[in-house]
């Protein structure tokens, strides 16, 4: 792969995206005015009121865990890891990161202050101390260590193993920064801390013939009890007391000791707690959320309060009080966003994205302004501009692998794992058309034939997991099969038409890409490759076809005779998704390595490279206006990338 003199990193312009299996990855700084989360191996810093984006980016697998300071001045994350590889902890500057996204330069960088190793596998959890002046990190379940740090010199104080089974979620004291409670399966642990010792030793709670499984933490601002909610639904109350570090010789005469659970459990477990205090009585309400979506406030005898509760789409992973305590961010595993105001408990949904694998995306012809993206159970329209979502289309239990929008932009033809063909109103999502029985295994790729869907018969070109290639013909009363071609050996992965809708190109995975004439469902060319093709794509005159595979190559052919004319290295995994500009002059790869690329065609070279996903790209798309790069990818997250421009492009 060789790079250009002027090659630069794309700048990412914004993300739609959320990672809601994170525990307490949705959260508040310590101001009030911003959020951040996680997407993938990076997080994101919005502010509230503008919607301006930062992002923080240095992990190189998902970002697991995610805490800041009190202070607002550091922010700190760790990640999953492959193995018996060590996984990284990152302390960046909040205060820089906001001053970034203030600025309007999200990807601005210099945020990042230490990389840290040393838990195997996983970074389970991960929190400051009340002054900022230590962190504590948690390793998963093949680690389990529990680690204190400095954070000003990025060194470790102290350790323990955290308990003799996993431990699941740490939380340090709100008024103390020598003490801090871990908890999880079966245990809850008070912990002592001497940094001048330097020593740590844990006190086991009391908790009597109560076995459970313990999987969040809230601690009330006086440091007196700690809640913690139960893989079965139950809230447990301790008072987390106890007697500093002692010699040998000295009884313990304070211990941590459960002292109440809820009598009403849970549906799905408790997996988000809170502590918020009522200011007309100045008691500490319990706010919890539920694996069924149920958010409800409970008092300090951990009996649900009347009127206080609502229910959410998805388990609630995340609760976030505001610090002024009119209301809370909620955050779900169904990657759904939710402002809940605390006095009437009304919950608004502030920012949604796909939880699943986004398999297409796809810009109307000549609109940059919307796109549509396909993905586990569902289509959506998005406004490139604002991030939003305008429309979704729901299919449960079926994933739609493909889709595309008929160039009047008055139909979305989708491809679904049934074998259907669905075609809906892009206004209002409704149902238009369903061709049944498709294809036996799966539609796995789809076309349309460029044709004209106002004045009908208009085609579709689809291909499946049956290896057959099939041209639909379509009416205002019904849809009927034109012609079905089978030639390839495996699934297809991919279909581009050219201009007039005469020929279609379909790439499998058994290596082959054919060129088909659509008129008389006949094979005109073909051209063969020891890979597994994942894109086809023409070049905007049609002298040339560029695909892309399995064998980490790029593949310029002559559209005459199907000859190859040029191969070029793409990048260090397979390459999944191609797009090329109008003019034919750059193209867009994207690839199982996590980077997205721009090329100049002519040359051959790497003119920008863009990194941020932590899943395999799926798809990458140029907007119409050659503006911006949308790119997809396994992890569920939407990169928009503004593309360059270069000198050559000025002339």
């Known amino acids: ?41 990076i997080i994101v810093l919005r502010n509230i ?14 970002v697991s865990c995610i805490a800041a300071s009190h202070d607002n001045c550091y922010l700190a994350s760790g990640q999953d890891s492959y193995g018996t590889l060590k996984a990284d902890v990152m302390v960046w500057d909040l205060k820089k990161a906001i001053a970034n996204c203030d600025a309007g330069i999200p990807a601005a960088g210099g945020c990042l202050i230490h990389r ?76 002592q801390v001497d940094v001048n010792a330097p020593k740590i030793h844990a006190m086991d709670a009391k908790m009597g013939s109560m076995q459970r499984v313990m999987q969040c933490i809230a601690i009330t601002d006086d440091d007196e009890f700690a809640y913690c909610g ?34 009403v459990r849970m549906s799905k477990g408790a997996r988000s707690i809170a502590c918020v205090i009522n200011p007309a009585t100045g008691n500490t309400n319990i706010l919890v959320g539920g694996g069924d979506g149920t958010v409800k406030f409970m008092n300090p005898q951990l009996n649900d309060i009347a009127n206080k509760s609502t229910k959410l789409s998805g388990s609630v992973t995340s609760l976030s009080v505001s610090p002024s305590g009119t209301g809370f961010y909620v955050g779900t595993d169904l990657s759904q966003r939710y402002y809940v105001n605390m006095k009437t408990f009304e919950p608004e949904l502030r920012g949604t994205c796909h939880y699943g694998e ?35 289309i729901q299919v449960p239990n079926l994933i739609c692998h493909a889709v595309d929008i008929t160039p009047s932009g008055n139909t979305i033809v989708s491809a679904w794992s049934d074998g259907k063909i669905r075609a809906f109103y892009p206004e209002s999502g409704k149902l ?42 379509v009416t205002n009363s019904h849809q009927s099969m034109l012609h079905s071609m089978k030639e390839h050996r495996g699934k297809v992965t991919g279909i581009v038409c050219n201009g007039d809708g005469t020929q279609a190109v379909s790439a499998s995975a058994d290596g082959s890409c054919i060129v088909w004439d659509t008129e008389k469902g006949l094979r005109t060319n073909a051209m063969f490759e020891p890979t597994i093709f994942r894109h086809v794509l023409f070049h905007p005159d049609e002298s040339q076809y560029l695909t892309c595979g399995s064998n980490f190559k790029i593949s310029y052919w002559d559209s005459y ?53 932590s899943g395999a790209i ?10 911006c790069i949308v790119s997809v990818g396994s992890e569920g997250g939407i990169f928009i990338w503004e593309m360059p421009v270069y000198d050559s492009d000025r002339k």
């Open 618 to 627: 799926q798809k990458v798309a140029i907007s119409p206006d050659q503006s």
């Open 432 to 473: 238009k058309f369903v061709i049944g029985e498709a294809h036996n295994e799966g539609c796995t790729a789809l076309a349309i034939c460029n044709d004209d869907d106002l004045s009908p018969p208009w085609r579709i070109v689809s291909g499946g997991g049956d290896g057959r290639v099939r041209v639909w013909k």
């Open 230 to 263: 139960t893989k079965t639904g139950e809230t447990l109350k301790f008072r987390i007391d106890r007697d500093d570090i002692q010699t040998f010789n000295d009884p313990d005469r304070v211990r941590p000791t459960l002292q109440d659970y809820s009598r």
């Open 1 to 41: 792969m060789a790079l250009a003199d002027d090659c630069c990193n794309l700048p990412l312009e914004s993300v739609i995206g959320f990672n809601g299996q994170v525990p307490q990855g949705l959260q508040y700084t310590g101001c009030g005015g911003y959020v951040f989360y996680p997407l993938g191996s």
């Open 116 to 191: 840290l190793k040393q838990h195997i596998g996983k970074v389970q959890s991960v929190d400051f101390s009340c002054d900022g002046v230590f962190f504590l990190t948690l390793g998963g379940q093949d680690d389990n260590d529990l680690v204190v740090w400095d954070v000003a010199a990025g060194v470790g104080i102290c350790g323990s193993p955290a308990a003799k089974d996993s431990a699941l979620c740490a939380k340090w004291l709100n008024n103390r920064n020598d003490r801090l409670v871990t908890a999880g399966n079966f245990h809850c642990r008070v912990w």
């Open 561 to 613: 005779d199907g000859s190859a004319i040029r191969v070029i290295d793409g990048g260090e995994a397979e390459m999944t998704s191609l797009d090329i500009t109008a003019d034919g002059d750059k193209f867009v790869s994207g690839s199982g390595d996590k980077t997205v690329k721009l090329w100049s065609y002519d040359d051959g070279l790497v003119m920008g490279i863009g990194q941020g996903h």
């Open 358 to 392: 986004i398999f297409d995306v796809k810009f109307p012809r000549g609109c940059s302004d919307l796109f549509i993206t396909a993905s586990v159970q569902d289509i959506r329209v998005w406004n490139t501009k604002l991030r939003q979502e305008l429309l979704r």
């Open 49 to 62: 009121s503008t919607g301006k984006q930062a992002f923080l980016e240095a992990h190189d697998d998902n």
